[in-house]
């Protein structure tokens, strides 16, 4: 499969399943775990961010254990070298908080989905120049539904996706405003039902978010 084809089924995925699960602060040896939760709750994408202790090893496990059944990202990635770790180990997206021009064009160069952070206007018309996939508005709970709306509105060619403060709350209003996906952390990867082992609530609280974003009529 040619690289441009893969690039695009992975944008696919990402736009089809609208959540990306942001795994942040795990041990290593539950993350297989804590993925195997989210995918039997309908996840489809998983972020590990690069502030994580043994984020690469983690990455890679999930890519060897998955496959493709779970797309899986690094996140927190600020500089080329991470960048560089992340997808040397198996990442198909990555994120960033903020806005590093060279990040952006080392994931171009080597076709993966590249998702930089922006907070203005200015910043996501430079980060959609620079040839972002996807913009990630961070943080978007901060700003709230209305700053999306009303960046959609002359920047509505720019595929956005809110991350920070989403949840089940929330989470409808953010996508029925236009955005193509949602970065979801500490309120669907739960950090108590993490540490008590408690995966089978983890589950269901994934299916809590798939089953709202599945009723979601855009």
């Not at 696919?12 to 939760?37: C, N, P, T």
């Not at 890679?60 to 992340?86: H, P, Q, S």
């Not at 590249?114 to 430079?126: D, H, I, K």
């Amino acid at each position: 499969m040619k690289d441009g084809v893969k690039m695009d089924n992975y944008l696919k995925q990402i736009y089809d399943s609208k959540i990306i699960a942001i795994v942040r602060g795990i041990e290593k040896e539950k993350g297989l775990k804590v993925v195997e939760a989210l995918a039997e709750g309908g996840i489809r994408c998983v972020e590990v961010t690069f502030n994580t202790n043994n984020a690469v090893e983690i990455i890679k496990d999930i890519k060897k254990e998955f496959g493709n059944e779970i797309l899986i990202g690094a996140g927190t990635v600020l500089d080329v070298e991470n960048a560089k770790r992340a997808i040397d180990a198996g990442a198909k997206f990555v994120l960033s908080p903020s806005l590093h021009e060279d990040v952006i064009k080392y994931c171009k160069q080597n076709n993966v989905i590249s998702v930089p952070g922006a907070f203005t206007a200015t910043e996501v018309v430079m980060a959609d120049k620079w040839g972002a996939d996807i913009v990630k508005i961070f943080p978007a709970g901060a700003l709230g539904i209305q700053y999306i709306k009303m960046l959609r509105g002359p920047l509505d060619d720019v595929k956005l996706m809110p991350v920070g403060g989403i949840g089940l709350d929330n989470i409808k209003e953010f996508l029925e405003c236009g955005s193509i996906a949602v970065g979801v952390g500490g309120s669907l990867v739960n950090k108590k039902f993490i540490e008590n082992n408690q995966y089978d609530k983890l589950k269901e609280l994934a299916q809590e978010y798939t089953k709202t974003v599945e009723s979601i009529e855009i």
